[in-house]
């Protein structure tokens, strides 16, 4: 059973292009989050959201816009795609409460705009 | 964001035992020592945190210093399996959000 599963795994698109990835956990944890790893494997968080209400919201281009339909999803929508926006993009979710709880990470989705 | 200070590399032989340093001169009372790792073209995995006391689970042992300046990431009999890079991460307890900052990380190489 994947705890946290993310579609597509691969997504291949022109500059320009608007283009969404799925994330999903079955974990019952109430807090999920964006992250990107760029080429040089630097991990960034991008936002988090808890309870489908938006918590962490980093120094992102707002081509950038995440969607928590339920506690269970959290989705990731980029308009008009950049090179750079060229990355692995990492889907993570945890408990959120007293004290201090590990993160649960997806596969990642890479993704390459040309 | 407390920050932490990693080898960029350290290599081991297979099934002897590794020990991973990190450095948190500035860690704050409340901030947690996690460590993740990410195995080749995988997500971060969680792999041990810690406050005060050392910890052990079935993957490693973390022994953390008296002043919590520094921390060492044990594992017991390394395999292959077991290379990655491994970061260590302050997580601070009392604010609103639990975000993770990843540094570069240790890379470990495990010879057979």
């Known amino acids: 059973d994947t705890a946290v599963s993310q579609t597509p795994k691969y997504l291949v698109t022109q500059m320009g292009n608007d283009k969404s990835i799925k994330c999903e956990q079955n974990l019952g944890h109430d807090t999920m989050y964006w992250y990107k790893q760029d080429s040089k494997k630097f991990l960034k968080i991008m936002f988090s959201?808890?309870?489908?209400?938006?918590?962490i919201n980093e120094t992102v281009p707002n081509r950038f816009s995440p969607k928590s339909p339920d506690k269970a999803h959290l989705n990731l929508h980029i308009n008009s795609l950049e090179l750079g926006d060229s990355a692995v993009y990492f889907c993570?979710?945890?408990?959120?409460?007293?004290?201090?709880?590990?993160?649960?990470f997806g596969p990642g989705t890479r993704l390459t705009v040309t | 964001d407390a920050k932490t200070t990693q080898p960029n590399s350290m290599e081991s032989n297979e099934e002897e035992p590794v020990h991973l340093p990190c450095n948190h001169s500035?860690?704050?009372?409340?901030?947690?020592i996690h460590w993740y790792r990410q195995l080749p073209s995988q997500g971060p995995e969680y792999v041990i945190h810690g406050l005060t006391s050392n910890v052990n689970n079935r993957m490693a042992s973390l022994a953390i210093a008296e002043d919590r300046k520094s921390s060492t990431l044990i594992l017991h009999r390394a395999t292959l399996r077991d290379a990655a890079v491994y970061y260590c991460?302050?997580?601070?307890?009392?604010?609103?959000?639990?975000?993770?900052?990843f540094g570069k990380g240790t890379l470990l190489t495990v010879n057979p």
């Open positions: 991460i302050l997580q601070n307890s009392g604010g609103s959000n639990y975000k993770l900052t």
């Open positions: 959201y808890n309870n489908k209400e938006l918590i």
């Open positions: 993570a979710s945890s408990s959120r409460g007293r004290g201090t709880y590990e993160q649960y």
């Open positions: 500035t860690i704050s009372g409340t901030d947690y």
